[in-house]
């Protein structure tokens, strides 16, 4: 596995906060990076701040397990996380930053004959969509990833799997310092240690925010805020279908490369790869409580190593170095809200659960687009708050209930 | 792991419960007479504060009765139903 750059002392403009912006962008993880970054070099829009509670990117995006795919069920979602992988596949070069973007491929298994019924139908769906997509057998399965156990003595054994094989991982603070350094050269903001505390308001306009850094005018306020999304939402009045759980991941310690691709399953809840210095990278599933808490229960880790350790017998003998928890924000669809929100001068990006970096490039490029024009971009249009009043909803529970 | 109080086994492992989220969210008297907002509302919108929440728990596997009571969705602080 190729090695980790050196990284020079800065790579970003830190900025002090002006009275003023067209757009404010609340939130500098990769999200609110990118869409800063689009909101620069696709609309010529460079009058923009990232303001960030803590430090850049130090949120979900440095909590993640990397993993980019876009093979999801319905036309919709493929539509936005396609955008996304094949902005992926020329990043580096755009961001003239290495991201180590690795396109190792993405296996989906299956455990069960509905699972299999599904998955062979989303392989269907994703070829009518332009999505790369196989249907593997156990013993495909086997080739392309030879630790996988594909056993028929398993508890849960596996009956076959969906394949992308341009699917992968990237290095995700990488990526939110590509997208830092290349939106500060465009002229753009980025302030952290700024916390919004309130809004401005004027005849029911949204005119600013409020910070612990003084207030600040915008033209248009763009939330990016992922887990505490509610909590931002809930100071201007706005109701939002998001319940926050904690999401656990964990590494294990630097091993010689044993695992050629990602491995996710749903039914077992783990999700799989290994990073490029070399420690295997692994989700779960989110803890059923609503919950704030950068960390989460014991029990869930367990549960998800047991899993692992059925499936990836030789991981057995592998240690765990750290685990930690992020917060991710969960729609009743399972889909992202991307949008206007019926208030003036505020903007929605929210709802991507457990599964928002693999949209990073996507989402901001869409944002970027929807902050622009004051209308969505037809790839995030299905996404808009409204869907839970028309019904319209974009239901991926089927495709990406757990593992996203 | 925390230690939840069933109000009838006493206190309990995590692991013992289901969740249900908010409390407290009553069916409306007069469904018919929602518009889709309200309904979407009522279907979709439940609170997510970053402190106290008033929720529904299960004791599934134990007794298997539903109570509510608080918790502070930070500190996990638990505390019977006010």
Known sequence: MSGVPEQPDRLWRSAEPRRHYQVVIVGGGGHGLATAYYLARNHGIADVAVLERGWLAGGNMARNTTIIRSNYLWEASAGIY???????ETLEAELGYPILFSQRGVLNLAHSPQEVRDGVRRVQANLLAG????WLD???VAAVCPIVNVSPQLRYPVLGATYQPRGGIAKHDYVAWGFARAATDLGVDIIEHCEVTGF??????????????????AHTVALSAAGHTSVLADMVGLRVPLQSHALQALVSDLLQPVHPTVVMSNAVHVYVSQAHKGELVMGAGIDAHNSYSQRGAV???????AAAVELFPVFARAHVLRTWGGIVDVSPDASPIVGLTGIDGLTI??????GGFKATPGVGWCYAHTIAHGQPHNLNAPFTLDRFTTGALVDEHGAAAVAH | MMLITCPWCGPRNETEFHYGGEAGVAYPTDP????DEE???FLFVRANPKGVLHERWSHSAGCRRWFSLHRDTVTHEVGPAR
């Open chain 2, 39 to 41: 309904w979407g509302r």
């Open chain 1, 82 to 88: 396609e955008h996304s992988l094949k902005l992926w």
């Open chain 2, 32 to 35: 018919a007479a929602l518009s």
């Open chain 1, 200 to 217: 401005k308001r004027r005849d029911g306009r949204v005119t600013g925010v409020r910070t612990t850094r003084g207030d600040i005018g």
């Open chain 1, 299 to 305: 029990h869930v880790i367990e549960r998800q190593l």
């Open chain 1, 349 to 354: 990006n929210c709802g991507w659960g457990t």
């Open chain 1, 131 to 134: 999505v790369d997509a196989q």
């Open chain 1, 138 to 140: 156990p013993t495909d």
